[in-house]
């Protein structure tokens, strides 16, 4: 079987700064691939160019038969795919259940004029988004937040919304910049519980992290980048020892 996403020799340079250089990446279908590395060593910037927030200078990036470069980032989840950002972006007006409810637009064929009107049909696809949405949010273990306005919440429970409004998407693939950036260590068990259970379901990930006991715990294979380049591409236990990795990374001579 083809990997869900082949990205083949992509660049990107800002100025003088080569933020991605000629990066491979295959992530098989049903995995979890994580990808590490210090500040500045590309890894957003990465996320960005496959998901059309940047335009790469070289280099393809094929997803389950479609090739992404030159598309718009909006195209994507009716392909199946869905990210989440490094700081939460949950629209501060609406409930943690309207914000979840959102990732999943894709499903409802209502439109403007329906919407205005609130056809019977809109009025169905509705209910039908908020059941969907209410099963996620109960499964993020989120419930008794649905009704608040998601930015009144805790950090750790923002972050959870946004993961929630990702699978609202029903997606093949998601992409997660930091997901547990500000979740304490109980937090951060409770997400690689969760991302587990979504593996489980189907869903194939790529997470960008810098909590190593997360990446450790939860990923299939590991990526680590510095200077823009992948220095080491293997199982986390190997990466955990590479020579490299640890000087790079970990600031340990050896
Ligand atoms: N829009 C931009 N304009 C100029 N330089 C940029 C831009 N985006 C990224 N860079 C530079 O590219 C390099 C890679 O940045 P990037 O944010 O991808 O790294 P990162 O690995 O995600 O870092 P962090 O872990 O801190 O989020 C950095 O030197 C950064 O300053």
Excluded: C, W
Aim: aromatic content about 4%.
């Amino acid at each position: 079987m083809s990997p869900l996403l082949t990205v083949r020799g992509l660049s990107r340079s800002f100025g003088g700064v080569a933020a991605v250089q000629s990066v491979d990446l295959e992530v098989e279908q049903g995995t979890i691939r994580a990808v590490i590395g210090p500040n500045g060593a590309g890894k957003t910037t990465l996320l960005d160019l496959v998901t059309g927030f940047t335009k790469p200078d070289m280099g393809t990036v094929d997803f389950d038969g479609h090739q992404l470069v030159g598309r718009s980032p909006r195209d994507l989840p009716s392909l199946g795919l869905m990210r989440t950002f490094q700081s939460a972006r949950l629209v501060p007006s609406l409930t943690v259940r309207e914000n979840v409810m959102l990732g999943a637009y894709r499903f409802t064929r209502a439109r403007f004029l329906s919407d205005a009107l609130r056809l019977p049909r809109t009025r169905r696809e509705e209910r039908e988004l908020r059941s969907r949405a209410d099963e996620l949010i109960g499964f993020l273990d989120l419930t008794r937040f649905a009704d608040s306005r998601a930015t009144d919440l805790p950090a750790g429970a923002q972050r959870l919304v946004e993961v929630a409004r990702g699978l609202a998407g029903a997606p093949k693939l998601l992409l997660l910049d930091e997901p547990a950036a500000g979740l304490d260590d109980s937090e951060t068990r409770e997400l690689a519980d969760v991302l587990h259970a979504v593996r489980e379901g189907g869903v194939t990930m790529v997470l960008i992290e810098h909590n190593m006991s997360l990446v450790l715990a939860i990923s299939d294979q590991v990526t680590v980048m510095d200077a823009g380049k992948v220095i080491a591409d293997d199982v986390p236990s190997t990466v955990r020892e590479d020579a490299a990795v640890r000087k790079a990374y970990l600031g340990v001579a050896s």
